[in-house]
Structure formats: C-alpha cells, structure tokens
Nanobody, 119 residues
Framework: QVQLVESGGGLVQAGGSLRLSCAAS????????MGWYRQAPGKQREPVAH???????VYADSVKGRFIISRDNAKNTVYLQMNSLKPEDTGVYYCNVLAVTPVRRGDYWGQGTQVTVSG
C-alpha cells in the first residue's frame, strides 16, 4: 500500500502564493509520474501539473507561467509552488502518483487539501 500525505493548502488573497507538498510512503518499489489535480465546487477534477521521474513537466494552460511542479525523489515527495494565485484557482487539490509496489502498479491519490483564493 501507498499513503500520500498532502500539506500546504489554505486561504490566500489573489496575487499571493502557496506551496503544496505531498509525501508518499509505504511499500514503494518505485514511483514513476507524480502530479497534482484540482476540483472546484460543482466541477470535475482536472489535471494541473505532472512530472515524470526524469523531471519532464506538463502544465495545464490555465497555470502555465504561474505554477511550478518539482519533486524530491529521495523523499518520494512532490511539490507545487503556486504563484500569482487567482480566485479561479480555488478548489481541492489532490496529489496523484503512479507507483510500483510488490503487489501492483497503479495510481494512488491523496486525501486532498483545500486552496481558497479570495478576490
């Protein structure tokens, strides 16, 4: 099993910054991709940013130039630095990893952390 613990969410004014962290633990043999998704009230969950174990990144158009995803492979941790936040960035942010354990290779999700941007 893999456990993901997220932290760093909160309330911030528009134009401000937050940094999210997600640490993976458990019976992990390896972690491939890591990423962040978000879900705004009344909307579907959407991808925000993604990083491979080689460090290649992909961002949603709505966050390009404002958010930066990074990872620390030694700590099995992924980060999301969010700058120039807008009210439309409000939502629950979920960490996602593609991990290999002794019993399966698959997606694992964090419990979500609330980000609220006041305008």
């Amino acid at each position: 099993q893999v456990q993901l613990v997220e932290s760093g969410g909160g309330l911030v004014q528009a134009g401000g910054s937050l940094r999210l962290s997600c640490a993976a633990s458990g019976s992990i043999l390896s972690i491939n991709a890591m990423g962040w998704y978000r879900q705004a009230p009344g909307k579907q969950r959407e991808p925000v940013a993604h990083i491979t174990n080689g460090g290649s990144t992909v961002y949603a158009d709505s966050v390009k130039g404002r958010f930066i995803i990074s990872r620390d492979n030694a700590k099995n941790t992924v980060y999301l630095q969010m700058n120039s936040l807008k009210p439309e960035d409000t939502g629950v942010y979920y960490c996602n990893v593609l991990a290999v354990t002794p019993v399966r290779r698959g997606d694992y999700w964090g419990q979500g952390t609330q980000v609220t941007v006041s305008g």
